[in-house]
């Protein structure tokens, strides 16, 4: 798993590039517990290499979403490919993050 960020203005640009399992889960949990990430009010997450999420990189994810909320910060994820948005679907997860098509789309509802 390769894990790039890009900051753009008040937006951090994640990148996740691979399989997202427990191991690489630990480096996910690393950069999103950075107290840095907390300066930024929008968090747009590139999953187009994303190829395989486990319940431990869902858990990383679900684990910062209250704290992120409480601090008014939008996790915000694009570029989805099918069968790691259908683990999402599955468990009830689309309903508790916002999920869109691409980028263009998610710079639209980052910024409402």
């Known amino acids: 798993m390769k894990i790039t960020q890009e900051i ?5 640009i994640m990148t996740l590039d691979g399989e997202l399992d427990a ?3 630990v480096l996910l949990d690393e950069e999103l517990s950075d ?15 994303l190829h395989y999420i486990s ?10 979403l ?7 910060i939008k996790l915000i994820f694009y ?4 069968k790691v948005r ?3 679907e599955i468990l009830g997860l689309d309903l508790l993050m916002t999920i869109v098509s691409d980028y263009e ?8």
């Not at 107290?35 to 290499?49: A, F, G």
């Not at 570029?79 to 099918?82: F, G, I, R």
């Not at 789309?105 to 409402?112: C, F, G, K, Y």
Request: aromatic letters at 8%.
């Open 66 to 72: 209250q704290r992120f909320e409480d601090a008014q």
């Open 8 to 12: 753009k203005d008040s937006t951090v």
């Open 23 to 25: 191991s690489s889960s």
């Open 86 to 88: 259908n683990v999402f």
């Open 35 to 49: 107290p840095e990430i907390m300066k930024y009010s929008k968090i747009l997450v590139d999953c187009q290499n």
């Open 55 to 64: 319940s431990a990189g869902l858990g990383v994810f679900i684990s910062h």
């Open 105 to 112: 789309e998610a710079r639209t509802i980052a910024n409402e």
């Open 79 to 82: 570029n989805m490919q099918d």
